[in-house]
């Protein structure tokens, strides 16, 4: 519980924030999440449907809450300004990416 707080208040470094929470933790989703695309098989059963809908409702939460701590964390950063700078636009470059992803989600369910 105190790594999640820490994370909101931007109490995490910049790195360990950008580059495991941001970077890491959403590649690793990425290839969980391709794994399904490649394994259609696995949604046909229910594990599998329960398992996939969980990541997605974490995938859904995770997203804002890792770009706000990156961003809160690069207005705490006391090194290098253009570090603090490029994990800013990076975080705006994963705002964007997040909300084509919620469109791309939506058009899926209404289809």
Known sequence: MQLIRDLWRGDV???KTFW???????????IIFLFFNNQPDILAIL???IFFFSLL????IY???VLIAIWRSANKYQGLPRFAIL???MAIFGWVKYFVSLGEL??????
């Open 13 to 15: 470094t910049l790195g």
């Open 20 to 30: 495991l929470f941001g970077f890491g933790v959403n590649l690793l989703l990425t």
């Open 87 to 89: 994990a800013k636009i």
């Open 57 to 60: 409702v974490f995938s859904i």
């Open 47 to 49: 594990p599998g449907k």
């Open 63 to 65: 997203g804002p809450f």
């Open 106 to 111: 939506g058009k899926l369910f209404l289809e």
